[in-house]
């Protein structure tokens, strides 16, 4: 409890600090819903997103532990559009980022404490297993899981193309990434930061 807030501190390396903190930049400049991340040492901080007035429901509760994105995206389309698509939004951060850390505990909803209410999703949260978190690879990021999903669940449910009629197309750029890198205040490989996330985001080239 700090001020009146608290806040969670996790004990990381200098890659994971700097991968959780590229992603909630990235999230702010996309204005995708994030946890507030900051770096503290060797720990990296996060605010508590329900403000202490909110429930947190995880994913858990209503799919198991089945991380289908077609499941995932049906189950969360019965709370409305808006919430199907904070999850594509959860689901494109993790493509363009690679975050392999996507268990049922890691998002969910948001309820009213008292009347149960769903609000909305949680906002993205947890991302030390993303992008550079276990090392820079040997050789250029190609084609991987998270974007064949991302195209699988496209192609079952167009829950993409519904999206982005709904919301501008998110625009990334070598500009912004470096402009994320920056803003981090972390030494990394920014040319390295700039390939690996726009191969990321050539995913949605493919699907639109």
């Known amino acids: 409890m700090e001020n009146g807030e608290w806040w969670m501190y996790k004990a990381e390396n200098e890659l994971e600090r700097f991968s959780e903190l590229f992603v909630f930049e ?5 204005g995708f819903p994030t946890a507030e991340y900051q770096n503290s040492g060797a720990f990296i901080r996060t605010k508590d997103f329900t403000r ?19 499941t995932n995206y049906e ?3 019965e709370f409305g559009e808006q919430i199907a698509d ?27 404490q008292k009347t149960g209410q769903v609000l909305s999703m949680a906002p993205n949260f947890d991302h030390n297993i993303a992008l550079v978190a276990r090392g820079y690879d040997d050789s250029p990021r190609k084609s991987d899981l998270l974007m064949e999903l991302l195209v699988e669940l496209e192609g079952q449910t167009h829950a993409v193309s519904r999206y982005l009629s709904r919301h501008p197309k998110p625009i990334i750029t070598p500009e912004l990434i470096a402009q994320c890198c920056i803003q981090t205040g972390m030494t990394v490989n ?15 080239d493919k699907i639109c």
């Open 26 to 30: 990235l999230c702010r400049a996309l």
């Open 52 to 70: 202490g007035v909110l429930n947190f429901e995880p994913a858990a509760y209503l799919v198991g532990d089945d991380e289908d994105y077609v």
């Open 75 to 77: 189950a969360f389309l």
């Open 86 to 112: 904070q999850y594509v939004e959860l689901l494109l951060m993790d493509a363009f980022c690679r975050n392999a850390d996507r268990h049922t505990y890691n998002y969910g909803l948001l309820r009213d």
């Open 190 to 204: 920014v040319d390295y930061m700039q390939q690996f996330a726009m191969a990321g985001y050539k995913v949605l």
